[in-house]
């Protein structure tokens, strides 16, 4: 999203400078943002990223874990636009735009006293919320098939196709880790997925936290309990895990999930009440909370 604000905005002829504010060492923040200047530093001297950013934008991702005294010291850069380098005397004008992200609720942060409030003021100009995948799981095929072809050009590989029913399972994982545990996980099936180039990679060749959080590995044993079941009893445990996993793929969203499956709306409503589970506008799954 930023790089594309970026893009789409005068300053894209400008640089465009991520900071991961989470993997950077705090002791190294200030050097590695503001740059170094004095003939007594070891580092002698440095260009900041502040002023690497000149005439474009500079991006603070996880901007929630910067450390404090680092926090009070942008402030006063966003208010006057200049600063000066670790160690040095002269102010370094800049004309930067800057773009944070978080994944963090910065509201939280603030009131637990770890985050400034008027820092939070001076980036919250514009907020832009980007829901997470649980939110608009119908984005997920389009995301995998991405991540994989830019892994494989990354990788100098063929991109390996995804199945139906594996994008059916990506879609109905909860992604704790929202879209980058997404890219990990297609750069991982990439990589470490068994079979040829050629094969399309199938359910149960998806990383182990996926198929065994969605039961995907455990088909022989769920086969030899509906055996034990009557028809109806057995149609019904399969009828309830399959329509329970293909509303929970499509958001909860009866409408899409009818249209999938090849039901009418109410017909699909009265199977679901059949099956106790409740249904409103979206789908409560029996044992969770409304």
């Known amino acids: ?16 400078t991520i900071v991961n504010c989470a ?15 004095g003939s007594g530093s070891a580092a002698g001297y440095k260009v900041g990223l502040f002023e690497a950013a000149h005439n474009g934008t ?11 005294p680092t926090q009070s010291k942008i402030v006063r850069v966003l208010q006057e636009q200049t600063f000066m380098r670790v160690g040095g005397q002269t102010r370094v004008e ?6 944070a992200a978080t994944s963090k609720d910065l509201t939280e942060e603030i009131q637990a006293g770890h985050f400034r ?17 649980t939110e608009r ?9 991405h991540f ?6 990354t990788a100098g590989q063929r991109p390996r196709e995804l199945s139906e029913d594996a994008i059916a399972v990506l879609q109905t994982y909860n992604w704790p880790g929202n879209v980058r545990e997404l890219r990990n996980i297609i750069e991982r099936i990439l990589i470490m997925a068994p079979g ?9 060749m998806l990383p182990a936290e996926i198929s065994e959080e969605l039961g995907v590995g455990r088909q022989a044993d769920r086969a030899g309990e509906i055996m034990g079941l009557p028809l109806k009893n057995a149609r019904e445990m399969f009828e309830r895990e399959y329509l329970v996993a293909q509303v929970t793929r499509f958001g909860g969203n009866i409408s899409r999930t009818a249209a999938f499956v090849g039901m009418e709306r109410s017909a699909l409503h009265r199977k679901l009440k059949s099956l106790g589970i409740q249904t409103d506008d979206r789908v409560r799954v029996p044992g969770t909370q409304d």
């Not at 500079?58 to 404090?68: G, K, R, W």
């Not at 409030?117 to 907020?127: C, K, S």
């Open 1 to 16: 999203m930023a790089r594309l604000i970026h893009a789409r905005s005068r300053r894209s002829e400008g640089p465009f």
């Open 196 to 204: 040829a180039p050629e094969e399309v990679i199938r359910a149960d």
């Open 148 to 153: 994989m072809t830019r892994a494989a050009e």
């Open 137 to 145: 799981r119908e984005d997920i095929p389009l995301l995998a098939r």
């Open 94 to 99: 800049v004309d930067v735009r800057v773009i």
């Open 117 to 133: 409030e008027d820092l939070f003021y001076r980036l919250a100009v514009v907020p832009l919320k980007v829901p997470g995948l």
């Open 58 to 68: 500079l991006f603070l991702d996880e901007v929630a874990d910067l450390p404090q």
């Open 23 to 37: 993997s950077m060492a705090p002791d190294r923040m200030e050097v590695e943002l503001f740059g170094v200047e």
